[in-house]
């Protein structure tokens, strides 16, 4: 990938810096509350579940972390905020690339989650602390960030095609990964309940609306950017 289009002013200022800091604080606050979760709680087996497998609490489950596509999102969010706020005048189209798919999957987590994970469970403490940031909170905040404070210019076709490989790559383990441990980390991808017929409705849809969203905030990306427009 080359790299992308200068900075402009606006995008170093003050407001922009504190904008990226504040969701890296955010984002911080979620991974270090699911870390915590993972070093005190059992993972749960869904109703109905086809799987069995699990981790116990402690470093098991605290390494297993990764394994769910919200705390990938949330580290994404993580890293690229605390780069912007420190470097936002950095062009690279890697970096961009990967803050694309951290705002991407931010969204996709919020809409995936709350619409087809979501259950009637009562959350307190910790939990209820860890839900509302990463399912509720950062979803909200991380394009909003985005759409105010950019940085702008910096997405092309390959920072977007770049940017799908990550999701693919958290997939491939996942479904690799699976058959041995015998569990997976969401109910729409029990492929011993579903079969790969039945998750894979769930898996295409989610990919397709995942590059949908990148390719408009790429869009937008062009339509906030006068000047790239009349280049």
Do not use: K
């Not at 915590?36 to 109703?47: I, K, N, Q």
């Not at 939990?127 to 394009?143: I, Y």
């Not at 729409?188 to 990919?207: A, E, K, N, Q, R």
């Amino acid at each position: 990938m080359s790299q992308t289009a200068a900075p402009r002013a606006w995008e170093m200022t003050t407001a922009a810096r504190s904008a990226h800091s504040a969701v890296a604080g955010i984002a911080a606050a979620g991974v270090a509350s699911s870390l915590y979760l993972g070093w005190t709680v059992d993972t749960e087996l869904p109703d109905g579940a086809g799987f069995s497998g699990g981790f116990s609490a402690g470093w098991e489950h605290v390494l297993n972390q990764p394994a769910y596509f919200t705390f990938t999102s949330a580290v994404l969010v993580l890293l690229t905020s605390a780069v912007l706020a420190v470097r936002p005048q950095i062009r690279s189209a890697v970096f961009h690339a990967l803050r694309l798919a951290a705002v991407a999957q931010m969204v996709i987590t919020g809409v995936v989650f709350n619409l087809l994970l979501r259950d009637d469970a009562v959350l307190t403490g910790v939990r209820l602390f860890n839900d509302t940031v990463m399912h509720q909170l950062l979803p909200v905040v991380v394009p909003v960030v985005w759409l105010a404070f950019g940085p702008r210019g910096r997405i092309t076709g390959s920072v977007v095609a770049g940017s799908v490989v990550l999701p693919l790559v958290w997939l491939a383990v996942t479904l690799l990964r699976g058959p041995g441990l015998d569990w997976y980390p969401y109910v729409i991808l029990d492929v011993p309940g579903m079969g790969y017929s039945g998750t894979g409705v769930y898996i295409v849809s989610i990919l397709a609306g995942y590059v949908l969203l990148a390719c408009l905030l790429w869009g937008l990306d062009r339509l906030l950017t006068p000047g790239r427009r009349r280049r």
